[in-house]
């Protein structure tokens, strides 16, 4: 089983910057697929992007894509979320997830989830 802590939200404006982190307990991170989620007020929670145990594999949500960067670092247990051109869409509560196995973008494949960081993006 695994842990997971998310930390890195605020209130930025938008076109600013953010970078998201959770950190995970346990010995055998990389054996897990990890993911961010983010639901905004009224609306389901949404994939925004997941990475693969080794973290050679990435997938991006196209709202994101080209300003919304996946990575981690295995050796500190955490992945990260860097998000550029931040706009007032990107507001939410955002989530880290984690499963055993291979990565993917379903919001229903993934076991463990952190409590959320909330991101507000001001216009």
């Known amino acids: 089983q695994v842990q997971l802590v998310e930390s890195g939200g605020g209130l930025v404006q938008a076109g600013g910057s953010l970078r998201l982190s959770c950190a995970a307990s346990g010995r055998t991170f990389s054996s897990y697929a990890m993911g961010w989620f983010r639901q905004a007020p009224g609306k389901e929670r949404e994939f925004v992007a997941a990475i693969s145990g080794g973290g050679s594999t990435t997938y991006s949500a196209d709202s994101v894509k080209g300003r919304f960067t996946i990575s981690r670092d295995n050796a500190k247990n955490t992945v990260y979320l860097q998000m550029n051109s931040l706009k007032p869409e990107d507001t939410a509560v955002y989530y880290c997830?984690?499963?055993?196995?291979?990565?993917?973008?379903?919001?229903?494949?993934?076991?463990?989830w952190g409590q959320g960081t909330q991101v507000t993006v001001s216009s």
């Open positions: 997830a984690a499963r055993v196995g291979y990565v993917t973008m379903k919001i229903y494949d993934y076991s463990y």
